[in-house]
């Protein structure tokens, strides 16, 4: 990383910080962009130039996790899919543990932000389809193959939004990479309940 990258990336984190610090004091609507520019030392068209509006900034520390289906891309080189996706599981995990304070606190805020909230759901959206397209190489099969689609979103809408919960309920007291463990092996040992048919006789 170049220096202009270097101060790019630290004015981003002192952004980040500066905006979380006052949405916290402050509250969420009641903070304003020119608020978190004076904050960090910088100019409102400064600002913008790294995001494009407050909902952007409040989702900055949630879209600064590791891509993961590239994770899990880089694990499927040399593991089959299935312990490609649990190391990519485990990664994520011990990110959101290494930031719990963070994610916490911006969690508790989308409470107040309907268009972030919203934003969130694009993401995660795009997290989904990012890695039904990887999968869906992986396994050659199509990106709309229900294998695929179940698959991604057992992942990222089951699984990964579950620990989250877990998380966010105990106020990041318990370990999101033992209960990540958990809920893995609860499917392993077929534990969680799957509807099933009566067999016609």
Known sequence: MGLRE?????TRKRILSEALRLFKRNGYEQTTVEAIAE???????????????????????????PDF????????????VEEALAEAILEW??????????????????????????????????????LSARLAEKLH????????????????????????????VSAGKSSSIECAKQAMRMFEEHKVLIPRQTPRR
């Open 6 to 10: 270097t101060k790019a990336e630290k």
């Open 93 to 130: 995990a011990k990110w959101q543990d290494t930031n719990s304070e963070e994610i916490l606190l911006v969690l508790s805020l989308i409470d107040q932000a309907p268009i972030a909230r919203a934003k969130l759901w694009d993401l995660v959206n795009q997290q989904e389809r990012s």
């Open 141 to 168: 099969l199509p990106e709309d193959d229900l294998r695929v689609v179940m698959s991604s979103r057992l992942v990222l809408l089951t699984i990964i939004r579950t620990v989250t919960e877990q998380s966010r």
């Open 39 to 65: 904050a960090a030392e910088i100019a409102p068209r400064t600002l913008y130039r790294y995001f494009a509006s407050k909902d952007v900034i409040l989702l900055g520390p949630l879209t600064g996790n």
């Open 69 to 80: 289906s590239a994770v899990f891309s880089r694990h499927a080189v040399n593991h089959p």
